[in-house]
């Protein structure tokens, strides 16, 4: 139980950078967002 809470815990964590990469991006140079 304790990994399948880590493993979901990494992936929002992953989505959480995704997302403000994304916006960064986005907020820096529109050619840049993939």
């Known amino acids: ?14 989505l959480l950078v995704l997302l403000l990469m994304g916006m960064m991006l986005s907020g820096m140079n529109a050619r840049f967002t993939l």
């Open 1 to 14: 139980m304790l990994l399948l809470m880590l493993v979901v815990m990494l992936l929002l964590l992953d």
